[in-house]
């Protein structure tokens, strides 16, 4: 009788979750292309160099095309980075090395900074960690 209980507990997950799966696959949405506007305005940028020093820029415009997290990254700043091809990974930030990381209005994409379009009135933010 133990066996034919653990059987169909067993077998109700594993209905659950591959039930679980396909209704996430009907109904997820593949999110929006990330298209890049030809010009932003308003745009504030913060470096947390995590020494007590913040370089802060505001109410600057982008444009031509350049308007990634990325490229307001390198309008005020001497940026040392990598492409990979695939992204692009900063090395260091006006001298300081390490491990840096940004935000877009406090929040984390999940894509690199040289494809992230920033909109007008965005704020970006990097931090070395």
């Given at each position: ?16 979750a ?63 980075y ?13 001298g ?9 209005n ?24």
């Amino acid at each position: 009788m133990r066996k034919k209980v653990k059987f169909i507990i067993i077998a109700l997950v594993g209905i659950s979750a591959f039930a679980s799966l396909i209704i996430f696959t009907i109904l997820y949405e593949k999110p929006e292309t990330l298209e890049t506007l030809e010009s932003v305005e308003d745009i504030s940028l913060f470096v947390d160099y995590n020494n007590g020093t913040i370089k802060t820029r505001t109410n600057f415009t982008l444009d031509n095309g350049k308007t990634t997290a990325f490229d307001a990254l390198e309008k005020w700043c001497i940026i040392i980075y990598d492409d990979f091809g695939w992204g692009i990974i900063v090395r260091a930030i006006d001298g300081v090395s390490g491990s840096w990381i940004y935000m877009i209005n406090s929040f984390s994409p999940s894509v690199g900074a040289s494809v992230y379009p920033l909109k007008s009135g965005d704020l970006v933010t990097w931090q070395l960690v």
